[in-house]
């Protein structure tokens, strides 16, 4: 197995080095439309077909773009036609950025430099790598993604690397409760509570309604800076959130699958609104990512009477959740409502994991287990 990372390099370089640059990336853009519109009439996004159709007429409509770049935008185009499976155009803009291959990008880290193939020849550029970054060194550079930043007239570099992941090693197993009031619960009594994102958020939602009802330019701008504001302070809570749940000392983390849980009927408009400023998603490609660099495993389990069910005695009554408080009709065993919840998914990883292992885990909450009571 094998784990990848993105990692974004601001460019620095000449004016006439940037204007090379610009050129190239509006010839790989209209690259990208002409083989798109071929491949949309003929119904095909075959890449070898399409290049037979193509490739001679496009050299000698750009001559200046090397082959390697015509090459790359035959692909993306044919890639994109199959993910909307031909049943649209997919128009690619003027300064969308282009994917770049090895054969045509040369970077070295250790320098800062990066040779760049242009449509007026190699262009050097600079970067400075940020200290974060210097982690990925060793890795394999796999593909690298030119952006051009229209409104501030920068570039920027996205590099992909890879590495192997590290092995996984042991079962014990800790279930992560994730919800609305609560962030995360996990089954070893650690709570994450959502107060400072709800406050945050109601602070935003306030902004919203009084810049809205001016409706000015000033205030549309505003608006936009807002929104980019609330997202980066969400997404810095679930990235410290995922970091301190990696970072427990148990080595597989079960999580409710949520995949269609916005598409089921709910109540209220209230709640469907707390429901659509959930980052559930965005907490678990977090700790997804992060545990594979740890060679800790993430699985997924049926979310189905994970609330209901009861984690000492197992029996399950929809009547045995009162709110944030859990009480057994069958045992009386009573406990937080999530924590509960958390408990039962781990039970479920387990149940889940013995099935692809041999060795019985051990259950990340059983040291726990009696302080709840």
Same mark, same amino acid.
């Given at each position: 197995?094998?784990?990848?990372?993105?990692?974004?390099?601001?460019?620095?370089?000449?004016?006439?080095?940037?204007?090379?640059?610009?050129?190239?990336?509006?010839?790989?853009?209209?690259?990208?439309?002409?083989?798109?519109?071929?491949?949309?009439?003929?119904?095909?996004?075959?890449?070898?077909?399409?290049?037979?159709?193509?490739?001679?007429?496009?050299?000698?409509?750009?001559?200046?773009?090397?082959?390697?770049?015509?090459?790359?935008?035959?692909?993306?185009?044919?890639?994109?036609?199959?993910?909307?499976?031909?049943?649209?155009?997919?128009?690619?803009?003027?300064?969308?950025?282009?994917?770049?291959?090895?054969?045509?990008?040369?970077?070295?880290?250790?320098?800062?430099?990066?040779?760049?193939?242009?449509?007026?020849?190699?262009?050097?550029?600079?970067?400075?790598?940020?200290?974060?970054?210097?982690?990925?060194?060793?890795?394999?550079? %796999?593909?690298?993604?030119?952006?051009?930043? *229209?409104?501030?007239?920068?570039?920027? +570099?996205?590099?992909?690397? $890879? !590495? #192997?992941?590290?092995?996984?090693?042991?079962?014990?197993?800790?279930?992560?409760?994730?919800?609305?009031?609560?962030?995360?619960?996990?089954?070893?009594?650690?709570?994450?509570?959502?107060?400072?994102?709800?406050?945050?958020?109601?602070?935003?939602?306030?902004? %919203?309604?009084?810049?809205?009802?001016?409706? *000015?330019?000033?205030?549309?701008?505003? +608006?936009?800076?807002?929104? $980019? !504001? #609330?997202?980066?302070?969400?997404?810095?809570?679930?990235?410290?959130?995922?970091?301190?749940?990696?970072?427990?000392?148990?080595?597989?983390?079960?999580?409710?699958?949520?995949?269609?849980?916005?598409?089921?009927?709910?109540?209220?408009?209230?709640?469907?609104?707390?429901?659509?400023?959930?980052?559930?998603?965005?907490?678990?490609?977090?700790?997804?990512?992060?545990?594979?660099?740890?060679?800790?495993?993430?699985?997924?389990?049926?979310?189905?009477?994970?609330?209901?069910?009861?984690?000492?005695?197992?029996?399950?009554?929809?009547?045995?959740?009162?709110?944030?408080?859990?009480?057994?009709?069958?045992?009386?065993?009573?406990?937080?409502?999530?924590?509960?919840?958390?408990?039962?998914?781990?039970?479920?990883?387990?149940?889940?994991?013995?099935?692809?292992?041999?060795?019985?885990?051990?259950?990340?909450?059983?040291?726990?287990?009696?302080?709840?009571?």
């Amino acid at each position: 197995m094998s784990m990848d990372r993105t990692i974004k390099l601001k460019l620095d370089m000449s004016e006439e080095d940037k204007t090379s640059l610009k050129n190239t990336v509006v010839c790989f853009n209209n690259v990208f439309n002409i083989v798109a519109e071929y491949g949309f009439a003929n119904h095909t996004h075959s890449k070898v077909s399409i290049h037979h159709a193509t490739y001679k007429d496009i050299r000698e409509q750009y001559p200046q773009l090397p082959s390697a770049l015509v090459q790359g935008a035959r692909d993306v185009a044919c890639e994109a036609l199959k993910a909307v499976k031909k049943m649209r155009l997919p128009v690619s803009k003027p300064f969308s950025a282009i994917r770049y291959n090895k054969r045509v990008i040369r970077i070295i880290f250790e320098h800062g430099f990066a040779s760049i193939a242009s449509a007026d020849g190699r262009v050097k550029v600079h970067f400075t790598l940020p200290e974060y970054y210097k982690q990925y060194i060793n890795w394999e550079i %796999r593909s690298s993604t030119l952006r051009y930043d *229209t409104a501030n007239d920068v570039f920027y +570099l996205h590099v992909t690397l $890879r !590495k #192997e992941s590290p092995e996984p090693t042991g079962n014990t197993v800790m279930g992560v409760d994730r919800g609305i009031v609560n962030v995360a619960v996990c089954s070893n009594n650690v709570f994450f509570n959502s107060k400072e994102v709800k406050n945050t958020r109601a602070k935003y939602a306030h902004l %919203r309604q009084e810049l809205q009802s001016k409706g *000015t330019k000033s205030a549309k701008r505003l +608006l936009k800076k807002i929104r $980019r !504001k #609330e997202r980066r302070f969400v997404t810095d809570v679930n990235h410290c959130i995922a970091k301190e749940i990696v970072n427990m000392p148990y080595d597989v983390i079960a999580l409710e699958d949520l995949t269609s849980i916005r598409v089921q009927n709910r109540k209220g408009k209230n709640f469907n609104r707390k429901l659509s400023n959930w980052s559930f998603y965005q907490l678990e490609q977090f700790i997804r990512y992060k545990a594979e660099a740890l060679g800790k495993r993430v699985i997924s389990v049926d979310p189905r009477y994970s609330s209901q069910k009861c984690s000492k005695c197992g029996h399950t009554y929809r009547g045995n959740r009162d709110g944030s408080s859990y009480r057994c009709r069958n045992c009386g065993f009573q406990i937080h409502a999530d924590l509960n919840a958390a408990r039962n998914i781990a039970h479920a990883g387990i149940t889940c994991l013995s099935r692809l292992s041999v060795n019985q885990p051990n259950v990340g909450m059983s040291t726990v287990q009696d302080t709840a009571q």
